[in-house]
T-cell receptor
Framework: DAKTTQPPSMDCAEGRAANLPCNHS???????VYWYRQIHSQGPQYIIH???NNETNEMASLIITEDRKSSTLILPHATLRDTAVYYCIVATGTASKLTFGTGTRLQVTL | NAGVTQTPKFQVLKTGQSMTLQCAQD?????MSWYRQDPGMGLRLIHY???????DQGEVPNGYNVSRSTTEDFPLRLLSAAPSQTSVYFC??????????????FGEGSWLTVV
């Protein structure tokens, strides 16, 4: 699976949009971009995934560049409960073996 | 719908002891796996299974054993616990659908300390 690069930490004011970047320059054609988050030391929680089109669900939006070498997870109105470590993962469609990096620690503040 | 259930949540072992971490899912998922997470690190895959009777090694399998006799259960056995196995263990499950991406569901974790 392709590797990803994420900033180690980011801050965001509550109510503002949080934009979390991810670089995955070696992604191959059959690999998806997945985003998970981990709040405190709970089990990782699925957020969203995409192949090449932008995706949106009730939690977030995923913007993938046309060359697929990078993506951005957008939390449109961040709340304190969104404080977590966010993992960007590249994997095939089965996603049977996820490779977690160290992620981005998002701190949402008042 | 309980999702992915792990037991126990906390356990302290002495070096050399053996134990089994239990994992059960009620979503009829074919795929199940075990990860470990050390402080400040991402999750690392220990073992996984794509169906009953089928298991395979992940990134860090040494010192662990698994079996999959039913679709629902995927226990992780520590054969002879070592302090290096002190970690948080997560079980995960999902369908095997290669078409449009997949969602993996994680349990809440089992905190293991080996002294």
């Amino acid at each position: 699976d392709a590797k990803t690069t994420q900033p180690p930490s980011m801050d965001c004011a509550e109510g503002r949009a949080a934009n979390l970047p991810c670089n995955h320059s070696t992604i191959s054609g059959n690999e998806y971009v997945y985003w998970y988050r981990q709040i405190h030391s709970q089990g990782p929680q699925y957020i969203i995934h995409g192949l090449k089109n932008n995706e949106t669900n009730e939690m977030a939006s995923l913007i993938i560049t046309e060359d697929r070498k990078s993506s951005t997870l957008i939390l449109p109105h961040a709340t304190l409960r969104d404080t977590a470590v966010y993992y960007c993962i590249v994997a095939t469609g089965t996603a049977s073996k996820l490779t977690f990096g160290t992620g981005t620690r998002l701190q949402v503040t008042l | 719908n309980a999702g992915v259930t792990q037991t126990p949540k906390f356990q302290v072992l002495k070096t050399g002891q053996s134990m089994t971490l239990q994992c059960a899912q009620d979503m009829n998922h074919e795929y199940m796996s075990w990860y470990r997470q050390d402080p400040g690190m991402g999750l690392r895959l220990i073992h996984y299974s794509v169906g009953a009777g089928i298991t395979d090694q992940g990134e860090v399998p040494n010192g662990y054993n698994v079996s999959r006799s039913t679709t629902e259960d995927f226990p992780l056995r520590l054969l002879s616990a070592a302090p290096s196995q002190t970690s948080v263990y997560f079980c995960a499950s999902s369908y095997l659908r290669p078409v449009s991406g997949n969602t993996i569901y994680f349990g809440e974790g089992s905190w293991l300390t080996v002294v």
